[in-house]
């Protein structure tokens, strides 16, 4: 799961979510007996109501009835529930059921089949999300465009696990529309589109898109396992990748597979919505990804830059995450908790690879993706928080902190295991390649963890032995010690060394590259963090709020908080355009820069004493140093089995 926010202080987060996937066939005995009929009617986008009908096989007695709580890849109890009205409860023969809300568990319905009954049927509505949420909360539906999560428009029995619970999935599309999704259609039954019937683990893991305006993009041309990029968009025009996108994304697909060596879907589809309507966030799947991006990604170049590492990262998830999943996370249906402890291995790992395939698929050049990773390596530099909340503790953390407020992240610290997980895994791959003189990489420990159990679908859990007997096999090391030194770590740095490793510094100029000028104008805010040390909206009405400010920075020591808003510097209207121009005067002086400052119903002049003029990360080349970021992003030579 990757989310898309302004949360962190330096650099657009992309979390991301993940989901559950099919098992091997379970004994017939542990079956649940018959098989769930699900219909969606989604031909109402206007007004964002999914109209559901559900019919569930029963025996009389006791019965309870669980609405997915823990999401998949969400991490969190992050279950729509209060989104559900409506909801009647009848028999088969049309008798009403009467049922009642667990007092402790809001998502489990309590209720009792009359004697005779034979089935039960389910009506309710979702409604759709409207603005403010996260993830699965977040608009999913505008006037040309639906994104249907199946777990958000079911009940299940209690007392199974999901992959043991058989569900037929049909949903009614407006007149015209196209739609994608891993499922299997059967055909079309009157106005409806029926779906081979799937376990309810997979059912969930298979979200669908549907869009009036609709493209279906072959990544993968000729080969057994096909791969297919789906888009829907608001506009026609959105829909329109030039000849070098195209290409760039069918090398993700070889080069995935060239990294990988196996893999664990029949077929894969990248389902896109290209919209600045819905939710933006990615939520992986194991045959899909449920990918949702600002509408010009593919026709504004600082849009395709800002977010070319999103279906990288969802892709990747396939096998980490799906395929092969943290043991804690593993769990048998949506009401049982999951545990993220080692999500800076299911989120960490996969941010590094993700953004090494963007690389190696030409999606970013060299120089973007060493300019990404001087924005992360930055971000994660200033960290005080670090102090009292290890790395370990955002891992355990996970499912409170996808959802607390941006502010102050220096020191709340949010959800680090992406982007310092990632730094940590570029030390690993460094490590390796350094131990062992070039002869093996992270590639080697990638092929045998993941590349494993070629075209299975039965979930491998594992645990942090398994990371680090694997780790060991590839080079002898003390893995155990190097990763808890940095998991456990309250030191200020952050784990840079795997970027000196690779041959290059962190430094700072006074010119922003241009990934970090791209995810500014995207997100609508200017990165001050590491001169003033704040983070400014440019966002219409928002303009001049203070997004955030760094914990001890020269901004917070003069006393400013998030939700302050710039209003003047040095007398003169704040103009985010023009701030740099303000700080190289104050760097040619001795004079403290005059800020007003509103904050709620009153103004003041704010004091900020800092003359050390503009500053923005990059990565500098080290005289001398081997170039191991090169040889990591280098594209590998293509399979000839998988192509
Ligand atoms: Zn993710």
């Not at 608009?139 to 465009?145: E, F, M």
């Not at 994660?380 to 955002?394: E, S, V």
């Not at 203070?546 to 939700?563: E, H, I, K, R, Y």
């Not at 992003?633 to 399979?639: E, F, Q, S, T, V």
Request: hydrophobic share 40%; proline share 6%; with cysteine.
């Amino acid at each position: 799961m990757r989310a898309i926010s302004q949360s962190t202080a330096a650099a657009v987060i992309f979390s991301l979510l993940c989901g559950r996937q099919a098992s091997a066939a379970p004994p017939p005995e542990h079956r649940y007996p018959g098989e769930l009929a699900l219909s969606v009617d989604l031909t109402d986008p206007g007004q964002k109501i999914f109209r559901v009908s559900e019919r569930i096989p029963v025996k009389a007695g006791a019965l309870t009835l669980y609405y997915p709580k823990w999401i998949p890849g969400e991490h969190s109890p992050s279950g729509t529930i209060s989104a559900v009205t409506g909801l009647i409860i009848t028999t088969d023969s049309g008798q009403r059921v009467q049922w009642r809300r667990d007092l402790d568990d809001m998502f489990a319905l309590h209720l009792t089949v009359p004697s005779g009954a034979a089935s039960l049927q389910l009506e309710f509505q979702l409604l759709s999300p409207g603005p403010g949420g996260d993830f699965g909360q977040s608009v999913s539906a505008t006037d040309c465009i639906e994104d249907l999560e199946w777990n958000q428009v079911l009940f299940y029995p209690a007392g199974y696990p999901v992959r043991n619970i058989a569900v037929r999935p049909a949903v009614r599309l407006p007149a015209g529309w196209g739609y994608a999704t891993a499922l299997q259609p059967t055909g079309a039954d009157h106005d409806a589109t029926a779906f081979d019937a799937v376990s309810l683990e997979q059912l969930v893991d298979s979200p669908l898109i549907a869009g009036q305006y609709f493209a279906r993009i072959d990544l993968a041309p000729g080969a057994a396992v096909p791969v297919h990029l789906d888009l829907v968009a608001d506009h026609a025009s959105d829909l329109k990748l030039t000849d070098a996108q195209l290409q760039a994304h069918r090398n993700l697909v070889t080069q995935a597979q060239a990294l990988f060596g196996a893999q664990h879907y029949r077929h894969y589809d990248f389902l896109f919505t290209l919209s600045e309507n819905t939710g933006h966030f990615g939520l992986e799947h194991s045959q899909s990804s449920d990918d949702r991006l600002f509408a010009r990604f593919f026709t504004d170049p600082d849009t395709y830059l800002a977010g070319g590492g999103l279906l990288p990262h969802e892709y990747v998830h396939s096998w980490n995450g799906k395929f092969r999943r943290p043991a804690g996370l593993a769990t048998p249906d949506f009401s049982v908790p999951m545990r993220g402890d080692l999500l800076w291995v299911y989120e960490g790992l996969t941010e590094y690879l993700g953004d090494v395939l963007t690389a190696r698929s030409g999606i970013w050049t060299a120089d973007q993706y060493r300019e990404h990773l001087a924005a992360i390596a930055a971000s994660l530099d200033h960290r005080p928080g670090r102090a009292w909340r290890d790395l370990q503790d955002t891992a355990d953390a996970a499912q409170l902190l996808y959802y607390v407020p941006g502010e102050w992240v220096t020191w709340r610290r949010s959800v680090d295991y992406y982007e310092e997980g990632e730094l940590i895994w570029l030390d690993v791959d460094t490590t390796i390649r350094e131990l062992s003189a070039g002869r093996h990489s992270l590639d080697d420990f990638v092929r045998a963890f993941y590349g494993i159990d070629d075209g299975s679908f039965v979930v491998k859990p594992y645990s942090f032995e398994d990371i680090v007997k694997t780790l060991t096999a590839v080079q002898p090391h003390d893995w155990a010690a190097f990763l808890h030194s940095r998991l456990d770590s309250h030191d200020a740095p952050a784990p840079l060394a795997g970027i000196t490793r690779g041959g290059w510094a962190l430094s700072y100029s006074d010119v922003p590259s241009a990934t970090f000028k791209a995810r500014g104008k995207v997100r609508k805010y200017v990165n001050l963090c590491y001169s003033l040390g704040v983070m400014v909206s440019t966002s219409g009405s928002r303009d001049g709020e203070l997004l955030d400010v760094l914990w001890n920075s020269p901004a917070f020591t003069a006393g400013l908080a998030p939700g302050m808003r710039l209003i003047a510097i040095n007398g003169r209207k704040f103009d985010a355009e023009r701030v740099d121009d303000d700080l190289r005067a104050a760097q040619a002086g001795h004079a403290p820069l005059e800020i007003l400052v509103q904050n709620l119903d009153s103004y003041s002049t704010v004091k900020l004493d800092y003359h050390g003029g503009p500053m923005y990360p990059h990565l500098t080349a080290v005289a001398g140093s081997a170039d191991r970021l090169d040889d990591i992003i280098a594209p590998k030579a293509a399979l000839k089995a998988s192509n």
